[in-house]
């Protein structure tokens, strides 16, 4: 290390300027291998939060970063104490509908999956009225609102998945077939409880959630984890799904389909509507409380300290689970250990080159992403550099080792200029700039950067993925899918020796590029668009 330090100084000195030399000359394969192994090993128990497996991931994580030389982000910590609660929901008996005085009931979860929020051991929800409120959408700026005139007091919302324009494909609805915000699931819950209501159900469509019901179904019987805000957040009594097959059922009896639902929700100027039909449940809760840890460094701006840019790389997976082929470790070494082997390597490059950067940069390590972003949003609710001073966040995600990719596949792009510095930059590197190809599954809403878009900073998801410099954009698409079929949230997502690091070392350069533009005093400073 010191030796390799020595040399690339003296080639830094040699150069006389620091942009003469390609940046992917500084990346060290090597120390990222070490990383992942690291992260990855089985004594890691796949990263669970509050487990052993946290103490050392987050202990690992700071030591690197201070051996790098980041000072801590936290005032004299590396670590931000992250509240959580955590809920495990179970129904008790059926879920009951009455329609026009008839009781249709749905086993949970195969048919209805939903939960409870609430920090209560008991909730029920009883003959509560149905409203069908289009897709649960109240946006000014695309001027539309599924809430126009109804009182939701004492009600149950009825919703469909994603937004108009996915069906339309008309993109003067929304962003047409791109999924929104307000096509997520989260946004419909957060909005159904702003709204007053007592429970939102979605119904689920493989097509426009971006997976199958054997998501949300699975994730209603296990643990949620929220920021515990004691309160502060308003959130329904009850959340959760109807499969598509039981929405069927449950609107024939009175007179609908899916189909004439959704044609009519996606129409401009849909208004809600009351249905002849009551909605009842019963949960109990297991409730439970701890904090987890955010890990970060920072090196400070010489010339305005106080503005930031945030490298985001969550640390934390699913920890020991449901055994496949003998193996019940979740070892996350893609999901997200070569993530943050990125991000590390980012901070030695900066220090490697030995100049500090004119504004200040931040190394995030958030816990409990696959639990739904909590760390990532806490850390936006409560950051050491305010959000308005914090200029942009670059994240990434299971970033799998697999050689050179030509692309740049931008997740979240046409949201914010960041999309042309990008460009610039891809370019250098023989690259080009492609738009998430599955942009309607809204993968953009899913990973660490999205708690800061939300607050107005300019964010961005960008990795090499979809086509080969080597074999083409088929084989690229076919050994992603393969990742995602068989690898991806399994306990097969393990380290291997001889995975092709050159693509992730390609990304790396290129966020060191963007950043040493972000960070000049007179850089560019991205906008949101
Ligand atoms: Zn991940």
Redesign the pocket.
């Known amino acids: 290390m010191k030796k390799l330090f020595a040399i690339l100084t003296s080639l830094a000195v040699a150069s006389g300027c620091h942009s003469s030399f390609k940046s992917l000359d500084l990346v060290s394969v090597e120390d990222m291998k070490r990383v992942v192994k690291e992260l990855s090993s089985d004594q890691y128990m796949g990263r669970m939060p509050f487990t052993e497996g946290e103490r050392l991931s987050v202990s690992f994580l700071a030591d690197e970063l201070k051996s790098i030389g980041f000072e801590p982000a936290f005032g004299e910590s590396y670590f931000q104490s992250v509240p959580m609660l955590m809920i495990t929901s179970k129904v008790e008996g059926m879920v009951k509908f009455s329609v026009n005085g008839k009781i249709i009931s749905f086993d949970a979860p195969d048919q209805v999956a939903i939960n409870s929020p609430q920090p209560l051991e008991r909730v029920a929800v009883e003959s509560s009225g149905l409203v069908f409120g289009g897709f649960g959408i109240d946006a000014a700026e695309w001027d539309w609102n599924d809430y126009e005139g109804i009182d939701l007091k004492g009600k149950t919302l009825v919703v469909m998945i994603n937004d108009p324009g996915l069906y339309t494909g008309d993109t003067s609805l929304f962003r047409g077939r791109e999924m929104t915000y307000y096509g997520r699931w989260t946004y419909k819950y957060e909005e159904a409880a702003k709204k007053g209501a007592e429970a939102v159900l979605i119904i689920h469509e493989t097509e426009g959630a971006g997976y199958d019901f054997n998501v949300p179904r699975s994730s209603s019987i296990t643990p949620r984890f929220f920021i515990d805000d004691k309160g502060l957040t308003k959130r329904c009594m009850i959340n959760g799904w109807i499969s598509a097959g039981s929405a069927e059922r449950l609107f024939s009896e009175m007179g609908y389909n899916i189909d004439m639902l959704r044609s009519l929700a996606a129409k401009r100027g849909f208004k809600p509507f009351e249905l002849d039909a009551e909605f009842s449940a019963t949960i109990s809760n297991k409730i439970s409380r701890d904090s987890s840890l955010n890990v970060a460094g920072i090196i400070r701006g010489s010339v305005i300290p106080d503005e930031a840019v945030v490298v985001t790389a ?1 640390w934390d ?1 699913f920890g020991i689970g449901e055994p496949q082929d003998g193996d019940s470790i979740y070892n ?1 070494a893609v ?2 250990g070569t ?1 943050m082997a990125w991000a590390l390597e980012i901070g030695r490059m900066l220090k490697r080159v030995g100049k500090t950067p004119e504004r200040s940069l931040i190394l995030l390590f958030p816990t409990a ?2 639990q739904g972003l909590v760390g990532s949003d806490y850390y936006a609710q409560y950051p050491p550099i305010p959000m308005e001073r914090t200029i942009a966040c670059l994240n990434n ?2 970033m799998v080792p697999r050689g050179k990719m030509k692309d740049v596949t931008m997740i979240g792009y046409g949201y914010s200029t960041l999309d042309s510095l990008y460009e610039k930059v891809a370019e250098r590197q023989g690259r080009y700039l492609l738009p998430d190809p599955n942009s309607h599954t809204g993968l953009f809403f899913r ?1 660490d950067h999205f708690p800061f878009h939300k607050r107005g900073v300019p964010s961005i998801w960008a990795y090499g993925c979809y086509d080969s410099r080597e074999f083409g954009e088929e084989w690229a698409k076919s050994s992603w899918d393969d990742f995602i079929a068989n690898v991806y949230h399994r306990p097969a997502d393990n380290y291997n020796p001889d995975w092709d690091w050159s693509g992730i070392a390609e990304d790396v350069a290129l966020a060191y590029d963007v950043l040493e533009e972000l960070l000049k005093a007179n850089g560019h400073k991205p906008k949101m668009k």
Do not use: F
């Open positions: 969550h997976h996350g999901d997200n993530t992403e696959e995600d299971m990973s």
